[in-house]
């Protein structure tokens, strides 16, 4: 990496040498560990079973792009790809918007019971999944049975669950990043005739998008890569991708090169999506983690 | 802080209601309904080489049901990876599948459950009778003395594959039929730098199945006639020790086997690095892994008098898949004759031939179709010289405790440690104590 | 300042459901206020309610049932085994005991090696890449993919990395660099809680260095010319001025942190399968293998109750400590 001293002038930082080695070598050294199993990916993925299933090489002796058309044929790549982006999309939505909701009651109004539920959310991120896997199938199915609304194998069950997964630590960073937007603001708003949510939506929200995106990121991102719970909430037409690449392990055959064929191409729009983000979710977590 | 208090009760209250109100759903106890005549659902288990490849052999006959009787039948094919898990919130919940499979050795812990409809003279009068089926095959069906808890579809059993190419470099000339000569053989062809025989060490199933019959030829069971665990008999740990000392004394195991679980073992055989694997259906895979079928041969597996039979000659577990009916389905009628159609002369040949499996129905066996060398010694087998695994509500138990042991047993011979009969004795003792108290 | 004076006195004088100034302005809208807050937190409080909280409390109720396959079917007519499964949890001379307590060490000590580790690295990238050079942002892009890949997809590729025949790790020690006689066993044995952790890391230093880069920007520049004018080095600045000032974010982070390593399932789960080797027996897919693969959901509710009653103790230790002088209203 090129991380030559071409640095303003007037830096308040005089590096040293000593310091610029360390950066050198450290983030030489950080990159090689996050590119190695990229390397592993891509260039699995390129090799014909036989060859993926024998001794590593740095250098693939033969190449072919087989894998990446096998992979459809092998398990429903293309439903399991839709099934997620639904799940995890609409996941990310619902959870922002409620999180969104929940932060500004506890940003700008003071009112009883605020400590208890703080502390409640907080208190959900430290329950094991384990613990309620299964009542939580059990009331799924209570409620399908008593209304007719299938909650169990559908996506709506999914992003229910997954929804309520990211909240805590949504509403948890908002509340931060809406306290960071200055009150005057929606103050002044609400003197020029905006109700609370008027307040809400024209003054609180446009600040903290940034915030909000990251937020967004994050509640993607936990949906996105979920396996237990969908492992058993969904079935082959609800399936998700996490659960969904498991089926290139087979009883009899592991297909390692569709496995990171398929993670690969599953990945890159993901990534793509991701980086393009990246600058707002620098700035979003800020407020909010800082607090 | 009083009004929160009263919130929190009044939170726990409520949570209390809806936990009373959810509880389980498959409360009732009769034996299905015929509410949805016209639908089923069926959980199909992975027996192809991928879950598309199952779907393609499988919809085609569903179709054949649909326009037989005008029940529609909702296939899913479930991966392995989630099928236990998946049928036991299923049975938690009592929704579930009208029709599903089950590995075979599931069946009594599932007969437990109670979920499943048994199988009496009555409902096997619909499906032409017990004895249709093979009897090493309803003997994995449930626990002896109750009525099954499924009924038998595809059987397999484990035979000993061998690499040609790798035999006739090392000199040998006909497969092993003993353990010694499995023993003398590995050793010729680890010699010449392969390895003599294929593990999956890390495969707590595959090790219960291979120790499993390593005892019966030890004359131990893991339980007792009343279904207590016994896994500390002289005989058990003898079988445990001859098992993992293939790599340990023998050294006819290549260390690296002790970490296999994902069938490694297979794509060594294919590249010529290890002359033999105990394996159920293996040819798909070699296959798959670029092995033409005249690269390998199959041999019965091996027995200490080096001739199969019952008792201490049992030299495979019965393997298989069973197809039980849900008790909670609303289609009983349905579901009754979807079973009748799965276990149908004719579809039983068109499936089984389609997995590479054999029939456990006794007409359908007789086909020409399974008497190909390879399949022909399954089936001889399967006829003559295999058990079932201990028919016990708490056989999956079994399965985690006694194949973790193994496995750790094998992570200790790779690391060079001792195994002693002691070692080994400490380990299933540890095993057992872990066994739910009876 | 002004809001919270406000926000009090309205406290003091029985208005403390109204938000700041309103109520004087829009009399009729005030009833509509009161609830307003608590219409706002509803939806969350519902579904958190739904999925975390009424699931708990039958999780706890399944603790105290002998809930094993012969009653798996109807869950409330399991009969009461009172703290049954709990003193079988406990009874750390027995083997499920002593197995507990051996995961529940193994996890503890994973989870400190991995939150520092995930820490020490996010944190000193944050702290190398404050500064602009040429590159920065594609190396900044470059290290949130492993946050950004599947789970399954990066933990397997590890896995496949880490065979001991035909990985790249021992292709790497073993053949090129010729450490040790035999190749290592990286995914069975005591190596392989190495492996769980170096993935561990690998997936997890980049939300610690996401959320250290964030916090680096909100230290005024001002602070490090006086510093500087003052003579101090780099390295002194990061030690008395960066550092210190990252303590608010350190608290968060760690926190998280803590939490979800600690509760990780995914990660044990497809890199070992449905048996961990017991150096890296994680808690979380031992209670898996108490309840799910042997069927005795009441003893792996009872390991679960216990293991949130740990991390409830410590979160709320950790809380206090970190916040202490802190305003309340702020936790």
């Known amino acids: 990496m090129s991380e030559t001293a071409r640095r303003r002038p007037r830096s308040p930082m005089a590096a040293p040498r000593s310091f610029l080695w360390s950066r050198r070598i450290f983030l030489t050294l950080l990159t090689g560990f996050v590119l190695l199993p990229v390397y592993v990916m891509v260039s699995s993925s390129l090799k014909p079973l036989e060859d993926v299933s024998g001794k590593f090489q740095w250098i693939p002796s033969g190449l072919t792009l087989r894998p990446y058309f096998d992979i459809w044929e092998t398990v429903p790549l293309a439903d399991y790809f839709v099934n997620s982006v639904v799940v995890a999309g609409i996941a990310t939505v619902c959870s922002v918007t409620i999180a969104v909701f929940a932060a500004y009651a506890v940003s700008r109004y003071s009112f009883r019971g605020k400590r208890v539920f703080t502390v409640t959310v907080l208190s959900t991120q430290m329950f094991p999944g384990i613990l309620f896997l299964l009542p939580l199938f059990l009331i799924y199915v209570n409620i399908g049975n008593a209304t007719g609304i299938a909650l169990f194998g559908s996506r709506g069950g999914l992003i229910l669950t997954y929804l309520t997964f990211s909240l805590p630590f949504s509403v948890w960073m908002l509340i931060g990043y809406f306290d960071a937007v200055p009150r005057d603001l929606d103050e002044a708003a609400k003197v020029d005739g905006c109700g609370p949510l008027g307040a809400l939506f024209r003054v609180i929200v446009p600040a903290a998008v940034p915030g909000i995106v990251a937020v967004a990121v994050y509640a993607f991102m936990t949906a996105w890569g979920e396996v237990l719970f969908a492992s058993v909430m969904t079935n082959d037409t609800t399936r998700t991708l996490a659960v969904g690449l498991q089926g290139y392990a087979t009883q009899n055959d592991v297909y390692w090169n569709q496995v990171m064929a398929a993670s690969l191409v599953v990945s890159v729009p993901v990534v793509a999506g991701f980086l393009l983000l990246q600058r707002y979710l620098v700035t979003g977590l800020t407020a909010g983690a800082v607090k | ?438 | ?331």
């Open chain 2, 1 to 438: 802080m009083r009004r929160i208090r009263a919130a929190a009760v009044g939170a726990v209250t409520l949570s209390l209601v809806l936990s009373a109100a959810a509880c389980g759903g498959g409360t009732t106890d009769g034996a299905g309904s015929n509410s949805q005549p016209k639908t089923l659902t069926y959980w199909a288990s992975n027996q192809g080489a991928s879950l598309e490849v199952d779907k393609k052999v499988l919809q085609p006959e569903l179709d054949k049901f649909e326009k037989e009787t005008g029940i529609k039948v909702k296939l899913e094919v479930v991966p392995w990876s989630d099928l236990l898990n998946r049928i036991l919130t299923a049975t938690t919940s009592g929704q579930g599948p009208d029709v599903l499979n089950i590995g075979n050795t599931w069946s009594a812990s599932l007969q437990a459950s109670g979920a499943l409809l048994p199988w009496d003279a009555k409902n096997f009068e619909k499906i032409g009778g017990k004895d249709r089926f093979v009897d090493s095959a309803l003997g994995s069906t449930g626990v002896q003395g109750q009525d099954p808890a499924a009924v038998p579809l595809y059987s397999m059993a484990y035979a000993l594959y061998y690499n040609k190419k790798m035999f006739k470099d090392a000199g040998v000339e006909k497969p092993p039929a003993t353990w010694d000569e499995v023993i003398a053989t590995g050793k010729k062809i680890t010699g010449g730098g392969g390895s003599g025989i294929g593990v999956e060490g890390s495969n707590l199933s595959n090790n219960i199945h291979q120790v499993f019959v390593l005892g019966k030829q030890h004359g131990a069971d893991f339980f007792t006639p009343d279904g207590k665990a016994e896994f500390t008999s002289d005989g058990a740990v003898a079988a445990v020790k001859q098992y993992v000392d293939l790599m340990a004394t023998h050294r006819i195991v290549a260390p690296g086997n002790a970490e296999y679980a994902q069938n490694q073992s297979l794509s060594d055989f294919a590249k010529n690095k290890t002359a033999m694997v105990l394996w159920q259906t293996a040819s798909a895979t070699f296959k798959a892994q670029g092995m033409n079928d005249d690269e390998w041969g199959v041999a019965p597996a091996p027995v200490p008098s080096g001739v199969p039979g019952t008792g201490k000659a049992t030299n495979s577990m019965v393997a298989g898949i069973n197809l039980a009916v849900f008790k909670n389905t609303k289609n009983i009628d349905g579901a009754m004759k979807f079973v009748n159609f799965m276990t149908g002369d004719a579809e039983q040949k068109i499936l089984n031939t389609a997995y590479g499996s054999i029939p456990p129905v006794k007409s359908a066996q007789q086909d020409p179709a399974f008497s190909a060398p390879a399949l022909a010694v399954l089936r001889e087998t399967l006829a003559t010289s295999a058990a079932a695994l201990p028919q016990v509500p708490e056989e999956s138990q079994f399965e985690t405790v006694v194949g973790t042991a193994v496995k750790e047993l094998f992570a200790d011979a790779a690391a060079g440690r001792a195994v002693t009969t002691e070692s080994v004795r400490a380990k299933l003792e540890k095993a057992q104590q872990q066994m739910p108290k009876k």
């Open chain 3, 1 to 331: 300042m002004t809001t919270t004076a406000i926000e009090k006195t309205g406290g003091r004088s029985g208005q403390r459901h109204t938000p700041g100034t309103a109520p004087r302005k829009r009399r009729p809208g005030r009833l509509r206020a009161l609830g307003l807050p608590y219409l706002l937190l509803l939806p969350a409080l519902l579904l958190e309610l739904l999925v975390h909280l009424v699931p708990m409390v039958i999780g706890i109720v399944m603790s105290f049932r002998e809930l094993t396959q012969f009653f798996i079917r109807d869950w409330t007519s399991a009969p009461w085994a009172g703290l049954d499964n709990y003193a079988v949890s406990v009874d750390f001379d027995a083997p499920v005991g002593e197995a507990l307590l051996a995961s529940f060490f193994t996890t503890c000590l994973f989870t400190l090696c991995s939150v520092g580790l995930c820490w020490l690295l996010g944190t000193a990238a944050a702290i190398f890449m404050q500064e602009t050079f040429r590159g920065r942002g594609f190396l900044r892009a470059l290290f949130l993919v492993p946050y950004a890949l599947p789970v399954y997809a990066a933990v397997i590729t590890w896995a496949f990395m880490f065979q001991r025949d035909n990985g790249l790790v021992n292709h790497v020690l073993h053949d090129q660099l010729g450490i040790g006689d035999s190749p290592a066993f990286w995914l069975i044995g005591d190596n392989a809680f190495v492996t769980l952790l170096v993935v561990s890391v690998w997936k997890g230093w980049p939300f610690a260095f996401l959320i250290m880069m964030a916090g680096l920007q909100n230290i005024p520049k001002e602070i490090y010319e006086a510093a500087a004018l003052d003579g101090a080095g780099v390295w002194q600045q990061i030690r008395r001025i960066t550092l210190p000032s990252l303590r608010p974010v350190n608290q968060v982070l760690i926190l998280v942190l803590f939490l979800w390593t600690f509760n990780d399932f995914n990660t044990p789960f497809v890199l070992f399968g449905k048996a961990a080797p017991e150096s890296a027996d994680l808690i979380s897919l031992h209670i898996y293998q108490s309840s799910f693969q042997t069927w005795n959901f009441g003893t792996g509710s009872a390991m679960s109750v216990l293991l949130l009653l740990f991390l409830l103790v410590v979160t709320g230790g950790y809380l206090l400590l970190t916040t202490r002088g802190r305003k309340a209203s702020d936790v």
